[in-house]
Nanobody, 123 residues
Framework: QVQLVESGGGFVQAGGSLRLSCAASAFGFYVMGWFRQAPGKEREFVAA????????YYADSVKGRFTISRDNAKKTVYLQMNDLKVEDTAAYYC??????????????????WGQGTLVTVSS
């Protein structure tokens, strides 16, 4: 099973930026992406990217502010987060799955999960 390790979380003021990284032990043909979970809330989809990088998927709440990308040679997926808002505060989890990115909007069972990295946005 692929192992995922996130990094890049931290503390930032509203309007600021952060870039999350997720290093995978193997990339294969996985769709890669990110979910987040705020305290007391359910885990929600954030963004996903196809193996080729040709298709990307975003939650409406982050569209236009977040950008997902991947470097297959480095087996790493990135989430560039700009114009951060207080409501973006959450633990962010990297995930990998062999199925189409379109199922990430509603599917919560993935092939692999990372341990999570915390993002805190202050007002």
């Amino acid at each position: 099973q692929v192992q995922l390790v996130e990094s890049g979380g931290g503390f930032v003021q509203a309007g600021g930026s952060l870039r999350l990284s997720c290093a995978a032990s193997a990339f294969g043909f996985y769709v890669m992406g990110w979910f987040r979970q705020a305290p007391g809330k359910e885990r929600e989809f954030v963004a996903a990217i196809s193996w080729s990088g040709g298709s990307t998927y975003y939650a409406d709440s982050v569209k236009g502010r977040f950008t997902i990308s991947r470097d297959n040679a480095k087996k790493t997926v990135y989430l560039q987060m700009n114009d951060l808002k207080v409501e973006d505060t959450a633990a962010y989890y990297c995930a990998a799955d062999h199925r189409s990115g379109s199922i990430w909007y509603y599917q919560r069972v993935m092939d692999a999960w990372g341990q999570g990295t915390l993002v805190t946005v202050s007002s």
